[in-house]
């Protein structure tokens, strides 16, 4: 069964598009790994013991489904699976049923983290490296963005002249888009999200008031998110804490992440997993507003903030009280505001 094509039947374009963590996949439901329970089927003499938590016999039902680590990793990530509570006993069964209820993407994730898993366990045994949990959830992320840069063409936005290059394109591609005011006495803050570099998020936050007055802006630096909708949560909680040290009272937060703003007008918690824990503690922010509204705009609306978490790797941790950084300028004059 090739589980990338519509047919289940292996074609050498198909082959030719997935990446490594397809691959991945098929050599776990064809149990191609070599675990030590396999290994030693062959007649390898080694030890049988799991090299990552030295408590129980390395099959590929224990590495990715019954070893406490990998379950920490799982539920700890935006996946939130947690084995802890579940009846599964078969790694394959579950995964081949995941494939099929799920959409790509998540799929993608998912075999992004477990090939990341995999790879420290090899580190684990032949280089003698135990690699932090966090740090196994951040090269998986980073990992399904540099493919999904590389399929789109995007700019590798680590160099600080791309930097420049991108922030002009940006400019042009939205000279069409108008910032929108907010309401008489509110101040709008736009944050977004983006990833600078290896397990880095850079976090841009900017805020204006009813005549398109910029009042403060800020850059800040995180490592650590599984995927973007983590990524923008967490810039969500920066700018209300910057907003909360601003001073300011009515306050509408604007995201182009859709899923997310729903979340945050709904006062929808989510699942028990780190995004949850973040929606949670921006939603525990609010009472300490006198009005707080959540809205989304399209991505052409919300350039300046994207401007701005793309400069958070050389401008690290930084604040500017009524005027932006000389990088985003250019898109502050293009947007304009109606």
Known sequence: ???????????????????????????????????????????????????????????????????????????????????????????????????????KPTIISLASLLYSIWHSRNQRVFEDKIIPEEVIIHRACNSVFSFRNARSGTIDPHHTGNRTILASRLARATAKVKWIKPHQGVIKINCDANLTSEDVWGIGVITRNDNGIVMASGTWNRPGFMCPITAEAWGVYQAALFALD?????????????????????????????????????????????????????????????????????????????????????????????
């Open 246 to 338: 601003q001073g300011f009272q009515n306050v509408l937060f604007e995201n182009d992440n859709e899923k997310l703003i729903s979340m945050l007008s709904r006062e929808e918690e989510g699942h028990r997993s780190y995004l949850g824990s973040i929606i949670q503690s921006i939603i525990s922010l609010v009472p300490r507003f006198r009005f707080c509204g959540f809205s989304h705009v399209k991505r052409e609306g919300n350039v300046v903030a994207h401007c701005l978490a793309m400069i958070a790797t050389v401008s690290l941790n930084q604040v500017w009280v009524d005027i932006v950084p000389a990088q985003a300028q250019s898109c502050i004059a293009v947007l304009g505001c109606i």
């Open 1 to 103: 069964m090739w589980m990338f094509t519509n047919e289940g039947i292996y074609s050498v374009k198909s082959g030719y598009s997935a990446i490594r963590h397809k691959v991945f996949l098929w050599r776990i439901l064809n149990k191609a790994l070599p675990v030590r329970e396999e290994l030693d089927k062959r007649g390898i003499n080694c030890s049988l013991l799991c090299p990552r938590c030295e408590e129980s016999i390395e099959s590929i039902d224990h590495i990715f489904l019954k070893c406490d680590r990998t379950r920490r990793e799982l539920f700890g990530s935006n996946l939130g699976i947690n084995f802890q509570i579940s009846r599964t006993t078969d790694f394959i069964d579950w995964l081949i049923s995941f494939i099929y209820k799920t959409d």
